[in-house]
């Protein structure tokens, strides 16, 4: 029995032996190595990158006081979250401004397009805290009215910005 095992092994090795080369197989090791050293770098999404893009995945797209949070899209000041008031309410002691930039931001929670306006906060001198300066829609300043880059405060009695609110007007397309 343990003789021909032998010869068979013996033969089959042989076998092998004649089918193949060194350098064939040292050709697909040498193959299979550079394969592998170069997998990551192929354009794989990966972990933490695949999370940041998913919507609703991102945690801070839901933090109001982060700057990425889906409301301010076209949000250009200081965040009133972060200055004593809210997202939308302002700090005690300033005022909202009647006139202001209006915006139109994507809710990944919900999928949904938003028209946000973008109050300015008066009264009070610059919060200094949270400065957020997303520019989504933004034109040139020769259009005003189509510009963030504004101190929307220039109609109230005390000119003074303080901070930025946005509050939802309602659905975009409704
Ligand atoms: N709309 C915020 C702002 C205030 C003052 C100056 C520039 C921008």
Not at 72 to 81: E, K, M, P, V
Not at 86 to 94: A, E, H, V
Not at 115 to 141: A, H, L, Q, W
Request: glycine share 12%; aromatic share 8%.
């Amino acid at each position: 029995m343990q003789q021909r095992l032998d010869r068979w092994t013996e033969r089959a090795a042989r076998a092998l032996a004649q089918r193949s080369s060194r350098r064939g197989f040292l050709s697909a090791l040498g193959g299979a190595l550079t394969g592998a050293a170069l997998l990551p770098l192929l354009p794989v999404l990966r972990g933490s990158q695949a999370q940041a893009a998913e919507p609703g995945g991102h945690a801070a797209a839901a933090d109001p006081n982060s700057c990425e949070y889906w409301k301010y899209c076209a949000i250009d000041g200081f965040l009133c979250g972060c200055c004593g008031g809210s997202s939308s309410s302002c700090p005690p002691g300033t005022q909202p401004s009647p006139i202001t930039w209006i915006g139109t931001c994507h809710n990944p929670g919900d999928g949904r397009d938003y028209i946000v306006s973008y109050n300015d906060c008066c009264g009070k001198t610059s919060c200094g805290s949270c400065f957020c300066n997303r520019n989504e829609g933004e034109r040139p300043m020769y259009r005003l009215s189509l510009n963030n880059d504004v101190n929307w405060c220039m109609a109230n009695d005390n000119p003074n910005y303080h901070c930025s609110v946005s509050v939802i007007l309602g659905v975009a397309g409704k």
